[in-house]
């Protein structure tokens, strides 16, 4: 039940973007287009901000947009804006029998 | 508004258990898969268990398997997380969370802390 490997920090200035990147296997990621992204403010509850590779819920920003190639699935933040900077997790559909998330980006917003 | 509201964490010594419970609102239970997700001190997310609707399909991760027992009570609207031979490890916020049949999460619990030290 390895983690998605997912970078431990990435930075950007206000009005960048930056991206985020999600690596698992091709028994996962690879496998299905089920891949969804959650933002975790510092002592907060994590929050859906992507779902199925691509698809925001209602009331998250577009400047959020997520993408796929192969194993490796992207998150993207564009214009960053200082409530940007949090802790962000991807997770990937993988099994019924077992769920997987990545090791989580920190996002710092100089 | 869809709502998860988790109870029964605090302390406890290795070896203990402890019972926690999830209780749902705004939504269909009955109809959801759902999961339990942990998070350590600084840490990141780490999947527990979950359950299918009508709680006869139960998995675990590795690490609690033998300890741990998840559950559910759809005339309650309620999640439980049976937690025996509690370790130092499992310390941790337990999140439960409503699991769609594409494998995201949402809506996530407020969380409570579990945390096992003598």
């Known amino acids: 039940q390895s983690a998605l490997t997912q970078p431990a920090s990435v930075s950007g200035s206000p009005g960048q973007s930056i991206t985020i990147s999600c690596t698992g296997t091709s028994s996962d990621v690879g496998a299905y287009d089920y891949v969804s992204w959650y933002q975790q403010h510092p002592g907060k509850v994590p929050k859906l901000i992507i779902y199925?590779?691509?698809n925001r819920p209602s009331g998250v920003s577009h400047r959020f947009s997520g993408s796929k190639s192969g194993n490796t699935a992207s998150l993207t933040i564009s214009g960053l804006q200082a409530d940007d900077e949090a802790d962000y997790y991807c997770?990937?559909?993988?099994?019924?029998?077992?769920?997987?998330f990545g090791g989580g980006t920190k996002v710092t917003v100089l | 508004e869809v709502q998860l509201v988790e109870s029964g964490g605090g302390l406890v010594q290795p070896g203990g258990s402890l019972r926690l419970s999830c209780a749902a609102s705004e939504f269909s239970f009955r109809s959801y898969w759902m999961s339990w997700v942990r998070q350590a001190p600084g840490k990141g997310l780490e999947w527990v268990a979950n359950i299918n609707q009508d709680g006869s399909e139960k998995y675990y991760v590795d690490s609690v398997k033998g300890r741990f027992t998840i559950s559910r009570d759809n005339t309650k609207k309620s999640l439980y997380l049976q937690m025996n031979s509690l370790r130092a490890e499992d310390t941790a916020v337990y999140y439960c969370a409503r699991e769609v049949l594409s494998g995201w999460f949402d809506p996530w619990g407020q969380g409570t802390l579990v945390t096992v030290s003598s």
């Open positions: 199925e590779v691509s």
């Open positions: 997770s990937s559909y993988r099994s019924r029998t077992s769920g997987v």
